[in-house]
């Protein structure tokens, strides 16, 4: 099991309120990701960092911003959360071994907006 | 574009049978390609890398295969429980730090 946490796991809210997603790795890895994944779905890349200060979008745009002061820490805010943000939103840091690259996820935090 | 193609159809085995997954790509040229297992409600979990060199690599009862001219791996699980049931996620990642690409995924179910 990797060394990577999500808090909370579930979360039920209404819309319009703001919302930070945690993530944290004690793997010391620098590249950190968020994904968004609906069920049955692929996963969608939304941030990434390579380190601490650099955040990245990824490949699906999303309305949540992301935040790297840390190297353990990579955090997502919604500053106004809506219902077609309902999804499951996984963290994932990254290790390199020979120009290959490994991600390690997080248990995921399952988002409801009412 | 780049496209990863798995099959989107559950794959219903029965125990003790060689299960098979397919991973196609398009538009691709990975530099390794990985496999994942992700259990409902969970975050996906390293199983298995392969590189564009390698033919064929294998770690207990999962072996994989690799054809670049084919643009396909296949991943076996052999004698498989149903502890195995899970969805297999194939993963594409290019030279030079490139992310990685997930597939969908295929859906396996192990019955007793």
């Known amino acids: 099991e990797a060394d990577i946490y999500q808090t909370p796991r579930y979360l039920v809210i209404g819309t319009g309120k703001k919302i930070t997603l945690e993530c944290s790795q004690t793997m010391g890895h620098d590249k950190m990701y968020w994904y968004q994944q609906d069920p049955g779905m692929e996963l969608h890349l939304i941030h990434y960092s390579y380190g601490v200060n650099s955040t990245e979008k990824g490949d699906l745009s999303s309305e949540s911003t992301v935040s790297r002061i840390r190297t353990e820490h990579f955090p997502l805010t919604l500053e106004s959360a809506r219902p077609s943000h309902t999804s499951q939103y996984l963290c994932a840091s990254s290790a390199t071994d020979r120009g290959q690259e490994t991600q390690y996820f997080g248990p995921g935090t399952r988002l409801l907006v009412l | 574009s780049q496209k990863i193609e798995q099959n989107s159809e559950a794959l219903n085995i029965q125990e003790g049978k060689t299960a098979t997954l397919t991973c196609n790509y398009t538009?691709?040229?990975?530099?390794?390609l990985q496999w994942y297992r992700q259990d409902p409600g969970r975050g996906p979990v390293f199983l298995l890398l392969?590189?564009?060199?390698?033919k064929e690599k294998r770690k207990e009862r999962l072996k994989v295969t690799f054809d670049t001219t084919l643009k396909q791996s296949l991943f076996h699980i052999t004698a498989s429980q149903p502890a195995d049931s899970a969805t297999y996620l194939c993963?594409?990642?290019?030279?030079?730090?490139?992310?990685?690409?997930f597939g969908a995924g295929t859906i396996l179910r192990v019955k007793s």
């Open positions: 993963a594409l990642a290019g030279w030079g730090g490139n992310k990685l690409v």
């Open positions: 538009n691709y040229s990975p530099a390794y």
């Open positions: 392969i590189r564009e060199n390698e």
